[in-house]
């Protein structure tokens, strides 16, 4: 990267707008990933989940038990939460939505596409948003 900063173990600490997704990535601080993601007031991370899985509510549940220890940490600064469900809205269970709201973390499921023009909207704004976004390939 030419601002000298590092990424460690899937991780790029600052904040970017989104600059283009698709082709199961993003774009992003001029550079690209393949693969889903999830954007915090401390930078974005690496977002490990089976890209081929069709996301349903219970595979959602399931991969938010892996990410939902790393957005916890900063709930402190999240206002709210954007949830990008790839190319179709897909909202969560109940014992998903019980968690978040227990992590005093208000969030919007909602695809892909829409999530990340609400995320670069806000983030222009300054606002105190986080998302973790599922890749889509078109």
Avoid: C
């Avoid at 600059?19 to 990535?25: H, L, S, V």
């Avoid at 490990?48 to 595979?59: F, G, I, L, M, Q």
């Avoid at 938010?64 to 909202?91: C, P, Y």
């Amino acid at each position: 990267m030419s601002d000298g900063q590092q990424i460690y173990d899937g991780f790029i600490p600052g904040r970017y707008p989104i600059d283009a997704y698709g082709d199961g990535g993003f774009r992003f601080a001029e550079m690209s990933h393949r693969g889903s993601i999830v954007i915090l007031p401390s930078g974005i991370h690496a977002w490990r989940r089976d890209e081929t899985a069709a996301v349903s509510r219970e595979s959602l549940e399931q991969d938010f038990n892996l990410i939902l220890d790393i957005i916890r940490q900063e709930a402190h600064e999240i206002d709210f939460l954007f949830v990008g469900t790839g190319n179709n809205v897909v909202l969560p269970t109940n014992t998903l939505k019980q968690k978040l709201i227990e992590s005093g973390i208000r969030s919007d499921f909602m695809q892909t596409g829409s999530a990340l023009r609400t995320y670069n909207s806000l983030f222009e704004e300054q606002r105190r948003i986080a998302m973790a976004v599922i890749a889509v390939q078109n």
